[in-house]
């Protein structure tokens, strides 16, 4: 047994070796096949080598994570660590009146020193980590003060990039989307300028104001909102040269733009915040439904005019002519044979009585009513206002007016918050 042991043993150890000399063989082979080749020739293809495999430790080992405690901020208990804000806005997704809020994103990113993190380095270059490695050191506290929603993408993966130097200097960077709050002043909508402001806060109580200045463009309004508005005015203009005697079609003209002009300013207020000061496109919109209301006011008023005028001339059609030859206040007027006969039919108010038969001369007796002074001083009144009587007048004046009023309001509405 003990023979066969030994003689067992002997034939591993050989064995082994044997194995040794062939592996340290092949080693010197390549290697001196590398050296041979890299000496002799050019290569087909370069090996790259792997970077990861150079340092003998893991990057937690490397950076010493689990030697500090990394709760607490760097130089605790010293003075306040500097850290650098840097934002690159990569879009400005949405602006909502109604919310009083924009949304964007961007990309933000801390520098800062951290001498916990300092590793050695020969090349001094720096390394490169993903988003796992925040939650096991400090990252500076910094919040999006007034901020409504925020989230950082995670598609494909987080994007959250932390770079460390060999100094200790660190840049951790993040693509983010924030939604907050923008106070607007709405005075001058839609000819207004907003500035809204991005605030970046942090535990150590120092703000960092970043202002946005958004200039709104006009173009937009104008096709949606004060082009229509005008056309409507100028609309309600037409019914000045349509007949007086026309009532339905200057009622329905009348309706047709007043309601209009409701529907437009409704719709400009449910896409607008509920504000309690007037804005400038309210001005613009209500002065434009006060002309085109007071269009239909002005038919109604040539209406009841028309009306009243033409009661006036049937009563006195329908009234007969009454007799004054025996009325106290009369004169008599004696023609002679110098006037003619059409001469005297032609005088109106007066009444021929023949001349009694004692007279041998053909005259005519004519009695002229004259009017009370009560009357006379009614028709003297009425003489001041014969233009409003003149419904044709009503309407001539409002074609020049209203048009006229209207391009003055333009002028100033314009000069003013342009």
């Known amino acids: 047994m003990s023979l066969l042991s030994f003689t067992m043993n002997a034939a591993f150890l050989l064995l082994c070796v ?27 293809f370069k090996k790259v080598l792997d970077e990861t495999k150079t340092h003998p430790l893991k990057s937690d080992h490397l950076l010493r994570v689990d030697d500090h405690d990394f709760t607490m901020r760097p130089a605790f208990a010293g003075p306040a660590v500097p850290v650098g804000v840097d934002v690159q806005v990569e879009s400005l997704d949405s602006i909502s009146e109604v919310d009083m809020d924009f949304t964007m994103t961007l990309y933000l990113r801390h520098y800062w020193k951290d001498e916990r993190l300092s590793f050695p380095s020969k090349t001094n270059k720096s390394m490169t980590f993903d988003g796992r490695l925040v939650k096991k050191i400090w990252v500076p506290d910094v919040f999006f003060v007034h901020s409504k929603r925020s989230f950082i993408h995670d ?27 923008c106070n607007m002043d709405f005075s001058r ?42 056309l409507m ?40 915040p509920r504000v309690s000061y007037i804005k400038a496109v309210d001005i613009y919109l209500w002065v434009s439904f006060v002309f085109v209301f007071l269009s239909v006011l002005e038919y109604a008023a040539v209406n009841y005019l028309t009306t009243v005028h033409d009661g006036k001339d049937r009563k006195l059609r329908e009234k007969p002519l009454p007799c004054t030859c025996d009325i106290s206040h009369t004169r008599t007027m004696l023609l002679d044979d110098a006037y003619s006969k059409s001469d005297a039919n032609g005088l109106a108010g007066y009444t021929q009585a023949p001349v009694s038969s004692e007279d041998k001369q053909e005259h005519m007796v004519v009695c002229l009513s004259l009017a009370n002074e009560a009357t006379a001083a009614k028709k003297k009144t009425l003489r001041g206002f014969r233009i409003i009587q003149n419904t044709h007048a009503i309407d001539a004046y409002s074609r020049m007016i209203f048009p006229g009023a209207f391009i003055f309001f333009n002028l100033i509405y314009w000069s003013v918050y342009c």
């Open 155 to 181: 598609t494909t993966t987080e994007n959250i990039m932390i770079r460390v130097y060999p100094d200790g200097h660190v840049l951790y960077s993040l693509r983010v989307t924030v939604t907050s709050a």
């Open 18 to 44: 044997s194995l040794c000399g062939q592996c340290g063989k092949m080693k010197l082979g390549v290697r001196r096949t590398s050296v041979q080749h890299h000496h002799h020739g050019t290569p087909l």
């Open 189 to 230: 909508f839609p000819l207004d300028t907003q500035t809204c402001t991005l605030e970046l806060e942090s535990c150590w109580y120092n703000r960092l104001y970043i202002n946005f200045t958004l200039r709104r463009h006009i173009f937009f309004f104008l096709l949606q909102t004060y082009f229509p508005a005008t």
């Open 233 to 272: 005015v100028m609309l309600s203009w037409v019914s000045f040269w349509i007949d007086r005697r026309a009532v339905p079609a200057r009622v329905s003209l009348g309706i047709t733009t007043v309601l209009t002009m409701s529907t437009i300013i409704t719709g400009v207020n449910a896409s607008m």
